[in-house]
């Protein structure tokens, strides 16, 4: 197993040696809910357990935009029509001429952040975790079962299709991104992309991957890094059960966040459809509207600092604050409110402004005292860790040259085709 360090070396140092395309972390479900009625007895379990009901008392998320990157969004859907703005397609071409997209995963994470479900009073259908956000839909992969899907995992004209939907949501108006997608090995371009949504201000979600129940990390007892949830600054989302574990299928790693529902959750599909399904992508969905309904409510703060009220204000922590499988545990609407309107306070009462001082639960820490003889010992260590990694990454890239020459690619596959 690689380590984190050694991992972003190959990953930057195989950006020009091969091609990798984002791909979904779930598949399509087996099956359709019967009637949407039925809707939303079924989901108000999952929303009750994020603690949204409490949250709607302050905010439902009027006036954020939320950008999906996905395969797409029916902008006609009964539960979000009139909440989705249709950005570019970026996939364009790789399906055959005249084959529509499917739109079936992106419309699926659209309803599960802004949905509003239809009917009298909107109590038919999906409600979304901030009702009144909208959604910018940006085309930048394909379903699986989509005709033009080999060809747009093998073509390198697709290389940047996600690094392209990162900057086009940032330059229209996006205060979230939500990635329900990920991949083993970024690029460049997808690594300069994230630096620039949060350097302008841009909370970034992403799925932390469906490979937990895989041989490999049943025997490591971790999962390998999945991207772009592995970025710095980029919120990394595992999954959990109803009763607040773990999902067997969601990755194990260090990179993870904070953990949300993803097992058997309802959301609505194209044409007025719906589907149960589990995965890390209903999870990511979940925290970012509860992103959504920070930013609603305070539009300035930093990403970092709604990163830290999103993980400080967690429900069902694991066992010492912390574990590789949900993170610093399950998120809580209303609490992260509350905990992002303490980080303003502390913000505008001038706690934290001084480059000296970090915010954590126990308030301001400052720094009294530097040893110069560790930090140059630790540097010492570090340039020899560094040549031996480099050492490593460019052997691999080796190997994966030749690898690319036959063109024998390692794609980030889903789990199992009953999971979307």
């Known amino acids: 197993m690689l380590t984190p360090m050694l991992t972003r070396l190959l990953a930057?140092?195989?950006?020009?040696?091969?091609?990798?395309?984002?791909?979904?972390?779930?598949?399509?479900?087996?099956?359709?809910?019967?009637?949407?009625?039925?809707?939303?007895d079924d989901e108000w379990p999952f929303l009750a357990a994020i603690g949204v009901?409490?949250?709607?008392?302050?905010?439902?998320?009027?006036?954020?935009?939320?950008?999906?990157?996905?395969?797409?969004?029916?902008?006609?859907?009964?539960?979000?029509?009139?909440?989705?703005?249709?950005?570019?397609?970026?996939?364009?071409?790789?399906?055959?001429?005249?084959?529509?997209?499917?739109?079936?995963?992106?419309?699926?994470?659209?309803?599960?952040?802004?949905?509003?479900?239809?009917?009298?009073?909107?109590?038919?259908?999906?409600?979304?975790v901030a009702p009144e956000s909208r959604i910018l839909s940006v085309r930048v992969l394909l379903e699986n079962e989509e005709p033009g899907y080999g060809l747009f995992n093998r073509n390198r004209r697709y290389e940047g299709t996600l690094a392209k939907g990162i900057?086009?949501?940032?330059?229209?108006?996006?205060?979230?991104?939500?990635?329900?997608?990920?991949?083993?090995?970024?690029?460049?371009?997808?690594?300069?992309?994230?630096?620039?949504?949060?350097?302008?201000?841009?909370?970034?979600?992403?799925?932390?991957?469906?490979?937990?129940?895989?041989?490999?990390?049943?025997?490591?007892?971790?999962?390998?890094?999945?991207?772009?949830?592995?970025?710095?600054?980029?919120?990394?989302?595992?999954?959990?059960?109803?009763?607040?574990?773990?999902?067997?299928?969601?990755?194990?790693?260090?990179?993870?966040?904070?953990?949300?529902?993803?097992v058997r959750v309802v959301a609505a599909g194209p044409g007025d459809s719906y589907y149960f399904g589990d995965g890390t992508s209903p999870a990511t969905a979940f925290v970012s509207g509860v992103a959504a309904l920070i930013r609603a409510k305070y539009p300035k703060l930093s990403p970092i600092l709604v990163s830290q009220a999103i993980a400080e204000s967690t429900e069902h922590r694991p066992p010492g604050g912390y574990d590789l499988g949900v993170g610093f545990g399950e998120v809580d609407a209303a609490a992260a409110l509350d905990a992002a309107g303490r980080l303003v306070d502390r913000k505008t009462s001038g706690v934290g402004l001084?480059?000296?001082?970090?915010?954590?639960?126990?308030?301001?820490?400052?720094?009294?005292?530097?040893?110069?003889?560790?930090?140059?010992?630790?540097?010492?260590t570090a340039v020899i860790g560094m040549a031996v990694a480099v050492t490593c990454a460019l052997a691999a890239v080796r190997r994966r040259r030749r690898s690319a020459e036959t063109g024998s690619y390692w794609m980030a596959e889903p789990p199992s085709p009953a999971r979307w």
């Open 354 to 380: 001084d480059p000296h001082y970090a915010l954590d639960d126990a308030g301001p820490i400052k720094v009294t005292q530097r040893d110069v003889r560790w930090i140059a010992a630790y540097a010492v």
């Open 167 to 262: 900057r086009y949501a940032v330059d229209h108006g996006a205060d979230v991104i939500n990635m329900s997608l990920g991949k083993s090995f970024p690029n460049k371009q997808e690594r300069q992309a994230a630096a620039y949504a949060i350097s302008r201000g841009v909370v970034m979600v992403a799925a932390a991957g469906n490979e937990g129940a895989s041989r490999s990390a049943r025997r490591h007892g971790y999962a390998p890094f999945s991207y772009p949830a592995s970025f710095p600054g980029v919120i990394s989302v595992a999954a959990v059960t109803a009763d607040h574990r773990h999902a067997a299928f969601s990755n194990r790693n260090s990179t993870v966040l904070v953990s949300a529902p993803g």
């Open 12 to 40: 930057a140092a195989t950006a020009v040696a091969a091609t990798f395309v984002a791909v979904p972390v779930v598949t399509v479900p087996s099956a359709a809910v019967a009637s949407a009625d039925e809707i939303r």
């Open 53 to 128: 009901q409490r949250a709607w008392n302050v905010t439902k998320g009027k006036g954020v935009t939320v950008a999906l990157l996905d395969t797409g969004v029916d902008a006609a859907q009964q539960d979000i029509a009139g909440s989705v703005i249709t950005g570019p397609d970026y996939t364009r071409g790789a399906n055959p001429p005249g084959v529509a997209p499917a739109r079936l995963h992106g419309t699926q994470m659209a309803s599960l952040i802004a949905g509003h479900g239809h009917g009298p009073g909107g109590l038919d259908g999906v409600i979304g």
